[in-house]
């Protein structure tokens, strides 16, 4: 028996696919097909919105430095960015740049700017766990906006939780951190009769 692979971006696609009953695609490279490009979309969707959220995979510390006109610019590989420092104003990001919210400029300092940023990643580089979890919301928003047959959906939300559970877990368990569960709750919370 050989090793399980990692569910492959193709895989993922194709796993989509079956949900309307379309044959598998040997790439995913050039397709032409509405339904091929529409499983392709909603994989890069999903990537994006569960990347967002921040991982220990996905998350860098990273020092920016100030634009001539002082402005701090955000790579386009930074799906969400944090000074690391809380006393140097509290900054968001505005389209391509670092905006400070209590002085309404995008203009900071000559300082370099350490931040956490959570970074897109191409598929090779995510583990199993967020590919599982990437797949599994893009079915579910799939069989909602593309097939929108109500049980289908029921059973692809079911998939994604488990899924997204899954990639919380190791999250925890990446971090160093632990889910609170057992015997030592017990008399913790109390219960209501």
Do not use: C
């Not at 956490?116 to 797949?135: C, G, H, K, M, N």
């Amino acid at each position: 028996m050989s090793a399980p692979q990692l569910l492959t971006e193709l895989d993922a696609v194709n796993s989509i696919l079956s949900l309307i009953g379309e044959a598998p695609l040997n790439t995913i490279d050039g397709v032409t097909s509405l339904d091929a490009l529409n499983a392709v979309a909603a994989i890069e969707r999903a990537q994006r919105e569960i990347l967002s959220s921040g991982f220990w995979f996905n998350t860098e510390t990273h020092t920016l430095t100030p634009t001539a006109d002082g402005r701090y610019q955000v790579p386009p590989t930074f799906l969400s960015v944090q000074p690391t420092d809380p006393t140097v104003g509290p900054f968001v990001q505005r389209g391509e740049y670092l905006f400070n919210t209590s002085e309404n400029t995008f203009v900071g300092n000559t300082a370099t700017m350490e931040v956490i940023a959570y970074v897109s990643l191409d598929w090779e580089y995510l583990p199993q766990t967020a590919r599982e979890a990437i797949q599994s919301t893009a079915a579910k928003h799939f069989a909602f906006t593309e097939v929108g047959e109500q049980t289908l959906y029921q059973v692809s939300m079911a998939n994604e939780r488990v899924a997204l559970a899954e990639l919380y877990n190791e999250n925890l368990r990446q971090s160093g951190l632990t889910r609170v569960e057992g015997p030592a709750l017990r008399g913790a919370v109390p219960r209501w009769r």
